[in-house]
């Protein structure tokens, strides 16, 4: 599930951004509303959690202008306990939550797990591209019929393929939405784990020619195939 934080207060980022991380949830992080609202705008994302207090552009502001272009990613706020005035507003602008400050990053998590089931119907859930299925709620993948059994980590990488089938990613970009962006960017951990999946793929029972819907792009990285 790809994750967009928009929060200032470093400590806050940094236990939330850890808290779902080691829940495989791929998150991206801002630290000021104005590019907050430029990756909001990107899309792309299943949830943002927004705090209210930001330098640049404020939280409902931030909303405000999603809503009015028709921006429908679920929104959770991140509210000081005595911004009552301020969570009504938010809930009034389209937000679908609200969490007041200080927090335990579990409750976060349930949230985002409701949030998500509530506003998304099950075929919105279900990620299918050709004969590869997630389903992004049980977190369970099907290859032809057949269940693979894949980690955290390899899920959410195939998943970020799979959102673009067809594009080429680059490895440091993988390595940014699935690792995280202070990882090595000289790692091998994205062929690693591109191997792991295809393997997983293509042991006996998954399939029967052999073929594997991610792609090597020679010097560049991989993508999902559109059509196998």
Not at 89 to 116: C, T
Not at 179 to 192: C, H, I, L
Not at 193 to 218: F, L, N, Y
Request: glycine residues 8%; charged residues 25%; proline residues 3%.
């Amino acid at each position: 599930m790809n994750v967009l934080l928009v929060e200032d207060e470093k400590k806050i980022a940094q236990f939330v951004c850890a808290g779902l991380r080691e829940q495989a949830f791929v998150v991206d992080h801002c630290d000021n509303g104005i590019t907050g609202f430029e990756c909001a705008s990107r899309g792309g994302y299943d949830v943002i959690i927004l705090d209210i207090m930001l330098p640049g552009r404020d939280g409902l502001s931030i909303l405000k202008g999603m809503r009015k272009v028709g921006n429908a990613t679920p929104v959770i706020l991140l509210t000081a306990r005595n911004e009552l005035d301020d969570r009504i507003e938010g809930l009034s602008l389209g937000a679908d939550d609200y969490l007041a400050k200080p927090f335990f990053v579990e409750e976060l998590i349930a949230r985002i797990q409701a949030v998500v089931r509530r506003v998304s119907g099950e075929r919105q859930n279900v990620l299918s591209v050709c004969n590869l299925s997630l389903d992004r709620i049980t977190r369970e993948a099907t290859w032809r019929g057949v269940t693979v059994d894949l980690t955290g980590r390899e899920f959410n990488l195939i998943e970020y393929l799979m959102r673009s089938p067809g594009r080429v990613f680059t490895r440091t970009q993988i390595l940014e939405h699935v690792w995280g962006y202070d990882f090595d960017p000289s790692t091998n951990v994205v062929d690693v784990c591109i191997q792991r999946i295809r393997k997983k793929i293509a042991s006996p029972g998954a399939v029967t020619d052999g073929e594997t819907p991610i792609e090597s792009v020679r010097g560049v990285g991989y993508r999902f195939r559109k059509l196998l």
